[in-house]
Structures are given as C-alpha cells and as structure tokens.
C-alpha cells in the first residue's frame, strides 16, 4: 500500500517559489507505471491540477500554471517534488500530493495535504 | 470556471438514490474515461470511480457510474449518512493536455 507525504514550508513571501516534497512509502517511485501529480485546493473551494510526472520522467502541467511550475523526482530519495515560482496570495492553497498506476486522472493515493499560505 | 461542470449541490433522504452529474466536452469526457472522488469534510479526496464504472477495491456497491457521449453521472443508492461530502469528477483534456476537475457536487443527506 503506497503512502504518501507532503512536508515543505507554510508559509510562502510573496514573490518567492513554493517547494514542496512528497515522501513515497511503501512502494518504489521508480518501479514504474505511476503517474505522481500534485494537486492544490483553495480555502472552501474545489480541486485544482497542477501537473505529474510520470514514471518515465515525462511531465504535464496545468496550462494555466505551467510557466510557473516544476515537477521532479528523487528516486534515491523516493520523493518527489513541486516548485512554484513568483507565488502571489492567489497560490496559498492546500497542496496534496497523490499517486495513480492506472490514469493521470485518477489517483488512488493521496497525501494528508498541506496548507500553503502566501504572505509577507 | 471549472472545465467540467456539477451542480453545486445535492441533497436526499436515508435509504434513497442520488445522482450527480458530470457535463463536459468532446476533448474530455466525450474522447477519455472520467473518474470520481469523494472528498470527507477535512480529509484528502478519496478515488471512488475510475474508467467511467470501475470501483476500487474496498468501495461500496451502492456507488456506481456512467457515461454517456459527453456526459457522466455518479450514482449513489441506499444514502447512508456517511456519504454526506463533495464529490468530484475529474477527465483528461485532449486539447488541454491536462487533467480537468468538475467544480464539485455537495451532497446533503437530510
């Protein structure tokens, strides 16, 4: 059973680049065939993508958010990451990481999620 | 202004069926499967539906779903006090490249 963990900074000054981690248990992030996506919710609203990295290393990102993000993984680690850069009040979201073997839309694995808040 | 598009609420009794709508697009739901979550107040969403119908292991029978051109439903029978939560559905976007979420059906059950 594939664990997830999210860990990064709560609070993010304007202008600077979000990182978050997710820390993969119970599984290898590079056994292949998962797609390992971040995901963000603003306070009291629905659910937003923001990319994934597929095993193979390929990545896709939301086109609105693309110029701003990066996906990458850690296998020697089993992580995986999210930057966003140039963040605004607009970014301060719950950040869930989460994990599928068989769609990009649909993952079976999810995080805790973890409250990014942007201020100065 | 969500890709996909939910009522923003739903409501029923006890023991009754609800459903939830999902409409989308030829490039989304009309040309790739579409995937539901349901989400606990305060908790992470939980996958309850994938490839249009297929539930995952552990997911009560009472949920099912459907797909029909450019539109899904999900489908709740015998509504237990602890279905009461958002859901979401969620496709990939050919024309996007990207995974598209509905803005979310909050369900009552009154």
């Known amino acids: 059973q594939v664990q997830l963990q999210e860990s990064g900074p709560g609070l993010v000054k304007p202008s600077q680049t979000l990182s978050l981690t997710c820390t993969v248990s119970?599984?290898?992030?590079?056994?292949?065939?998962?797609?390992w996506s971040w995901i963000r919710q603003h306070p009291g609203k629905g659910l937003e993508w923001i990319g994934y990295i597929y095993y193979s290393g390929s990545t896709y990102y939301n086109p609105s958010l693309k110029s701003r993000v990066t996906i990458s993984v850690d296998t020697s680690k089993n992580q995986f990451s999210l930057k966003l850069s140039s963040v605004t009040a607009a970014d301060t979201a719950v950040y869930y990481c989460a994990a599928g073997a068989r769609l990009a839309a649909a993952a079976d694995y999810w995080g805790q999620g973890t409250l990014v808040t942007v201020s100065s | 202004q969500s890709v996909l598009t939910q009522p923003p609420s739903a409501s029923g009794t006890p023991g009754q069926r609800v459903t939830i709508s999902c409409s989308g697009s030829?490039?989304?739901?009309?040309?790739?499967?579409v995937n539901w979550y349901q989400q606990l107040p305060g908790t992470a969403p939980k996958l309850l539906i994938y490839?249009?119908?297929q539930r995952p292991s552990g997911v009560p029978d009472r949920f099912s779903g459907s797909k029909s051109g450019t539109s899904a439903s999900l489908a709740i029978s015998g509504l237990q006090s602890e279905d009461e939560a958002d859901y979401y559905c969620?496709?990939?976007?050919?024309?996007?490249?990207?995974?598209?979420f509905g803005g979310g059906t909050k369900l009552t059950v009154l």
């Open positions: 030829s490039s989304n739901i009309g040309s790739n499967t």
């Open positions: 490839s249009n119908n």
């Open positions: 119970g599984g290898s992030i590079s056994s292949g065939g998962y797609y």
């Open positions: 969620a496709a990939w976007d050919d024309s996007l490249n990207a995974v598209v």
